[in-house]
T-cell receptor, first 113, second 119 residues
Framework: DQQVKQNSPSLSVQEGRISILNCDYT??????FLWYKKYPAEGPTFLIS?????DKNEDGRFTVFLNKSAKHLSLHIVPSQPGDSAVYFC????????????FGQGTRLTINP | GAVVSQHPSRVICKSGTSVKIECRSL??????MFWYRQFPKQSLMLMAT?????????EQGVEKDKFLINHASLTLSTLTVTSAHPEDSSFYIC???????????????FGDGTRLSIL
């Protein structure tokens, strides 16, 4: 039962353009959502998060949008840079879930020069 | 930013050996740490939640006698893979969350993982 889904295993974007990574979830109890960036053989690096009381959170080039009715969140990166090439994981947690994170499968983002 | 150190980064050992992995929060205190496992090209799967001063909480299907967790202080948790076999070979990652008054205040920060290979 995959509660958090990233349906695109890979995404290729031109440098300077916008990258949009998508994530869907099924558990309506999730109230905190996070995006992590991961390089091979390294642990995930926290990028940005959003709580369910908001629908948008912005931090520099990164913006996360949350659509609770659709149980969908997205990460926008603009402008995209070559250093953004990595695997991106979305994760979700519920306050009743004792802070446990449920991860999506990841999307490999490649930024082309 | 918050730093989590995980050691060793890579272990290669013979079947039957026990392996200990350390996870330290370097610049913050963490009452709760988490241990994940990642198989190739798959997502991170939570194995257990490590609570300082109390027993760890294991996810369904994870053998607590196989994966021993000790959270001795607010900055250190250890995972010991006992009598490791080739099927235990995997990428193990820990995370820690800083003490906070609010549930939504602090994200989990991850170590760089340990690549365990059992021959």
């Amino acid at each position: 039962d995959q509660q958090v889904k990233q349906n695109s295993p890979s995404l290729s974007v031109q440098e300077g353009r916008i990258s949009i990574l998508n994530c869907d979830y099924t558990n309506s109890m999730f109230d905190y959502f996070l995006w992590y960036k991961k390089y091979p053989a390294e642990g995930p690096t926290f990028l940005i998060s959003i709580s369910s009381i908001k629908d948008k959170n912005e931090d520099g080039r990164f913006t996360v949008f949350l659509n609770k009715s659709a149980k969908h969140l997205s990460l926008h990166i603009v402008p995209s840079q070559p250093g953004d090439s990595a695997v991106y994981f979305c994760a979700a947690s519920a306050i009743q879930g004792a802070q446990k994170l449920v991860f999506g499968q990841g999307t490999r983002l490649t930024i082309n020069p | 930013g918050a730093v989590v150190s995980q050691h060793p980064s890579r272990v290669i050992c013979k079947s039957g050996t026990s392996v200990k992995i350390e996870c330290r929060s370097l610049d913050f205190q963490a009452t709760t740490m988490f241990w994940y496992r990642q198989f190739p090209k798959q997502s991170l799967m939570l194995m257990a939640t490590s609570n300082e001063g109390s027993k760890a909480t294991y996810e369904q299907g994870v053998e607590k006698d196989k994966f021993l967790i000790n959270h001795a202080s607010l900055t250190l948790s250890t995972l010991t893979v006992t009598s490791a076999h080739p099927e235990d070979s995997s990428f193990y990652i820990c995370s820690a969350r800083a003490l906070s008054t609010g549930y939504l205040d602090q994200p989990q920060h991850f170590g760089d993982g340990t690549r365990l290979s059992i021959l």
